[in-house]
């Protein structure tokens, strides 16, 4: 064994017992139990990890990060899966916090990003806009400059979990452009301003996983411009690419695809020829995924980020349709109870298919959020044909 595979198999084990002594035991139990986690218990799940210094793998060190190389990096990322922990709500510690590293001033980092590491802030994306989703660049809320501060007016929709958030960074129109990536910047806002109002949206489920935030001339501060006025759609552009890059979740993938070998072997009557050859395709799909994941984090690229997106939606679209395949006529009864307590009023239900339901109505947006499939699929096009 190589002194790297020593350090690696040392790290493994003081991970897995972290998860097993000092991660909070109260919350892998209830996730187990398909509980839904709400606001603070995302937090102290972060919390715990700070406090271990592993708050955010894939952070500098001299901003909080380990210090990690690749390798360790891929090697908490499955021990995490496996433990059972809740997967990490990335607005803050994925989406923004790269953003402010790089762009960001001093105080800007000193400000915002020990409350990300520490789980004491919880954030939301300001992208998406009711005639502004997937052409991004026709976004129409104003940030109008006023001495030190801007007046901001508009509204943002499909908000992952808006009504939980302290902060929304924000896409604005500073520039005189009504149109386009020009003018656009990037602008952090506190949900408790004078103006702003957070109204959930429930989503197919029955759960209310998205908001509509609306801005009534509030009042922002210019100190919470990132970077340069006019700069934000170039900013975004990297948060985006991080963003899908994140969506790979290559070893929840792969364990989903345990799973449904485990139920198969317990339901052979959808053990078809048709179904493994599904449940092939989909295996196969994952280890293409974990390679574009691993070139991505080696050389960078929208183009390749685009790749992992489209691939990562589709297999996890595939893989909850395996697995809707396997519960069959048993998810008759979630048709007229639907609602966010489906397990315990069908208490009789094997435990797989209410997980197995909620999952795939879930997952029908993967392939629209962070950028529609079809923009994905542009944007390698460009790329081929700029070569």
């Not at 806009?129 to 509204?155: C, F, K, N, Q």
């Amino acid at each position: 064994m190589t002194e790297s595979d020593t350090r690696l198999e040392a790290l493994r084990s003081d991970i897995r017992r972290f998860f097993a002594e000092e991660y909070p035991q109260d919350l892998l139990a209830r996730l187990k139990a398909d509980e839904t986690l709400q606001r603070e218990d995302h937090l102290r799940s972060q919390a715990a990890l700070a406090s271990r210094g592993w708050g955010a793998p894939h952070w500098p060190k001299a901003h909080g990060g380990p210090g990690w190389s690749l390798a360790e990096r891929r090697l908490f990322e499955d021990e995490y899966v496996r433990a059972g922990a809740p997967t990490v709500v990335p607005m803050g510690l994925i989406y923004v916090a790269p953003i402010i590293i790089a762009f960001g001033t001093a105080e800007q980092q000193q400000r915002w990003l020990p409350d990300i590491l520490a789980g004491r802030s919880f954030w939301a994306q300001g992208y998406s806009e009711p005639h502004a989703g997937s052409d991004l660049a026709a976004l129409s809320t104003r940030a109008r400059r006023d001495g030190d501060d801007y007046i901001v007016t508009g509204r943002k929709t499909w908000t992952s979990l808006g009504f939980w958030a302290d902060w929304i960074f924000c896409l604005v129109r500073t520039g005189e452009a009504a149109r386009g990536g020009a003018g656009i910047s990037f602008l952090c806002i506190e949900i408790a301003s004078p103006g702003v109002t957070v109204r959930p949206i429930i989503a197919i489920d029955g759960q209310p996983h998205l908001a509509e935030v609306t801005f009534d001339n509030v009042r922002v501060p210019a100190a919470n411009l990132i970077g340069e006025e006019g700069q934000g759609w170039s900013y975004s552009k990297q948060l985006l690419s991080n963003e899908r890059i994140w969506y790979a979740h290559i070893e929840e993938k792969r364990q989903a695809l345990r799973r449904v070998r485990a139920i198969l072997a317990e339901q052979p009557i959808a053990d078809t020829p048709e179904f493994r050859r599904r449940l092939g395709e989909a295996e196969i799909a994952v280890s293409c995924l974990a390679g574009f994941v691993e070139r991505a984090l080696q050389e960078g690229g929208d183009s390749v980020a685009s790749l992992i997106k489209i691939l990562a939606t589709e297999t996890a679209q595939a893989i909850t349709e395996l697995f809707l395949d396997l519960v069959g006529g048993l998810a008759a009864p979630l048709i007229t109870e639907r609602g966010t307590n489906w397990q315990s009023a069908l208490p009789d239900l094997p435990d797989f298919i209410v997980p197995a339901v909620e999952d795939y109505l879930i997952t029908r947006a993967q392939s629209i959020y962070g950028g529609t499939n079809e923009i994905q699929k542009t944007i390698i096009a460009r790329s081929v044909m700029a070569l």
